[in-house]
């Protein structure tokens, strides 16, 4: 959260700043001619100050540390760090100058932790939130954040799962459409194929019936017919066979008339001498073996 700026610079911070920069130079030196090792020392003493800067940042800061759901501010950390400095300068004050030296060294580390403490609580505003304040909403904004994201991430988990029951539904109609389109093409196979049956089917039985019927007529006309024998003179018999018989004059009178009065009057026409009754008779019988034929 950005903290509000102070309308003026606190005069402590001058002195504070002095003081870091004289820490720094006196623990660098001190750390340096403590380890004997040239650029090995200076990286440590140099990691000492850079660390201790760091923290004063975040002590400004306001940042925390959460360890098992409790907040940590970086303070003791900074105290950590000064007080493992000066007691580097302190050994390295033993070692080279004695007691005095060796109290007088770490004056400065601690002079100057001390003063940036002053310092950075003169540049906190008063009406900013405490650490405990920050941290209560930091946790409400996360748990918002969480619902939020937790929300979106339950309404993709939905979006995929219809997206997949649509593609199913879509698979299924795909399948329904192809077999009703297999369907429709073996019903209009079925329809031509009648179609085509109707077309030929008339022409098939009126041939087979004018077949049978030729057959029928010509056994018919095959089965001689043996003239009556009434006189045995040689004028009668030779009108006798002139004559044609009753049977064929009715089955061609028959195949003529449709009607078998017209037909019986036809063959009486022919046949003036001819017993109406018999002519009737023959055309009835004619007519039946006829019809017969033709079912």
């Given at each position: 959260?950005?903290?509000?700026?102070?309308?003026?610079?606190?005069?402590?911070?001058?002195?504070?700043?002095?003081?870091?920069?004289?820490?720094?130079?006196?623990?660098?030196?001190?750390?340096?001619?403590?380890?004997?090792?040239?650029?090995?020392?200076?990286?440590?003493?140099?990691?000492?100050?850079?660390?201790?800067i760091t923290v004063l940042w975040a002590e400004y800061r306001g940042i925390t540390i959460q360890?098992?759901?409790?907040?940590?501010?970086?303070?003791?950390?900074?105290?950590?760090?000064?007080?493992?400095?000066?007691?580097?300068?302190?050994?390295?004050?033993?070692?080279?100058?004695?007691?005095?030296?060796?109290?007088?060294?770490?004056?400065?580390?601690?002079?100057?932790?001390?003063?940036?403490?002053?310092?950075?609580?003169?540049?906190?505003?008063?009406?900013?939130?405490?650490?405990?304040?920050?941290?209560?909403?930091?946790?409400?904004?996360?748990?918002?954040?969480?619902?939020?994201?937790?929300?979106?991430?339950?309404?993709?988990?939905?979006?995929?799962?219809?997206?997949?029951?649509?593609?199913?539904?879509?698979?299924?109609?795909?399948?329904?459409?192809?077999?009703?389109?297999?369907?429709?093409?073996?019903?209009?196979?079925?329809?031509?194929?009648?179609?085509?049956?109707?077309?030929?089917?008339?022409?098939?039985?009126?041939?087979?019936?004018?077949?049978?019927?030729?057959?029928?007529?010509?056994?018919?006309?095959?089965?001689?017919?043996?003239?009556?024998?009434?006189?045995t003179g040689p004028t009668r018999a030779n009108t006798d066979r002139e004559q044609p018989s009753?049977?064929?004059?009715?089955?061609?009178?028959?195949?003529?008339?449709?009607?078998?009065?017209?037909?019986?009057?036809?063959?009486?026409?022919?046949?003036?001498?001819?017993?109406?009754?018999?002519?009737?008779?023959?055309?009835?019988?004619?007519?039946?073996?006829?019809?017969?034929?033709?079912?």
């Amino acid at each position: 959260m950005k903290r509000p700026t102070l309308p003026h610079t606190p005069p402590i911070l001058y002195g504070a700043a002095a003081l870091a920069v004289l820490s720094l130079l006196w623990s660098g030196y001190a750390i340096t001619d403590l380890m004997q090792s040239g650029r090995f020392g200076l990286s440590v003493a140099l990691a000492g100050d850079i660390g201790w800067i760091t923290v004063l940042w975040a002590e400004y800061r306001g940042i925390t540390i959460q360890i098992k759901s409790k907040s940590y501010s970086a303070a003791p950390a900074g105290w950590a760090i000064a007080l493992g400095v000066a007691a580097l300068l302190a050994r390295h004050g033993h070692d080279v100058g004695g007691a005095g030296q060796m109290y007088a060294g770490p004056f400065v580390v601690l002079v100057g932790k001390i003063v940036w403490t002053f310092a950075l609580a003169a540049l906190r505003d008063p009406a900013a939130l405490t650490a405990d304040q920050e941290a209560e909403i930091a946790a409400v904004m996360r748990d918002s954040e969480y619902e939020a994201r937790l929300h979106a991430a339950q309404l993709a988990g939905v979006d995929r799962a219809a997206d997949a029951e649509i593609a199913r539904i879509r698979a299924e109609a795909r399948i329904t459409l192809a077999r009703d389109d297999a369907d429709a093409e073996i019903r209009l196979e079925r329809i031509e194929k009648l179609r085509e049956i109707e077309r030929r089917s008339p022409l098939a039985i009126s041939t087979r019936r004018d077949r049978e019927h030729s057959e029928h007529h010509r056994d018919q006309i095959a089965i001689p017919t043996l003239p009556p024998v009434a006189n045995t003179g040689p004028t009668r018999a030779n009108t006798d066979r002139e004559q044609p018989s009753l049977a064929d004059v009715v089955r061609e009178q028959i195949a003529i008339h449709a009607e078998n009065a017209d037909a019986v009057r036809s063959t009486l026409a022919k046949l003036p001498g001819a017993n109406p009754k018999s002519v009737a008779a023959a055309v009835r019988r004619a007519r039946s073996q006829a019809q017969g034929a033709y079912n």
